[in-house]
């Protein structure tokens, strides 16, 4: 079955660690985006890529890194530099931009 | 302020009874996305819309967007317990226009009183 796959589901991190979120995609779709939600704010973009190797910053990447080195993988690392990362991560992908995205279940991380 | 307004922020009906949610940009969209959430889960694509007057409909679920492009109601028909979760709107926004990603509202929580 196609579709997008987020791991893992709960992630618990010390402070001051970097950790790494994965998300894998078998659509074939071109555009990959990361987003970050926490309660009453919807969800945020934090980093998209429209296609391999290429990447661009949303509206909140301050803290976070990501790679694009395949089509079907989008991973995101949270680093010790992201202030308040517990939150719930959202991974998706798009076919082209005017098409309708299509989430993982998402990631929830919590710092400890 | 936040780009896309959604309303309510949180919404109780009985079940059975039809209700109606909201979402407003003060932007012309190029397009807006209707996504249902399950708590800790992730978000199911409902419809899309990108075309002014534009209405769509599935089982018991419509949505439409209006002429200006500036706003879209989801209306639930007869709701049912399986309607209960939270309903995002997500727009492709100017200058990018989608290709930088959706601009989410903060969505509206549904509960389904039996």
């Known amino acids: 079955d196609g579709g997008i796959t987020q791991s893992p589901k709960y992630l618990f991190r010390k402070e001051g660690q970097n950790v790494t979120l994965s998300c894998e995609q078998n659509?074939?779709?071109?555009?990959m985006y990361w987003y970050r939600q926490d309660p009453g704010q919807g969800l945020r973009l934090i980093y998209y890529s429209q296609i391999v190797n290429d990447f661009q910053k949303g509206d909140i990447a301050e803290g976070y890194s990501v790679s694009r080195e395949k089509k079907e993988s989008f991973p995101l690392t949270v680093t010790s530099a992201q202030k308040n990362p517990t939150a719930f991560y959202l991974c998706a992908s798009s076919q082209g931009a005017r098409d309708e995205a299509f989430f993982g279940q998402g990631t929830r991380l919590t710092v400890v | 302020s936040q780009e896309l307004e959604q309303s309510p922020q949180s919404l109780i009906v009985q079940e059975g009874k039809n209700l109606t949610i909201n979402c407003t940009s003060s932007k012309t969209l190029y397009g807006l996305y209707w996504y249902k959430q399950k708590y800790g889960e992730g978000l199911i694509f409902l419809m899309m819309?990108?075309?002014?007057?534009e209405e769509k409909s599935h089982e018991k679920i419509t949505a439409k967007l209006d002429e200006k492009k500036q706003q879209s109601s989801l209306h639930i028909t007869a709701s049912q317990p399986s309607h209960a979760g939270i309903y995002l709107c997500g727009a492709d926004l100017p200058p990018g226009g989608g290709a930088d990603g959706l601009t989410f509202g903060k969505g509206t929580h549904l509960i389904i009183q039996p």
């Open positions: 819309l990108q075309k002014g007057g």
């Open positions: 659509l074939n779709h071109d555009a």
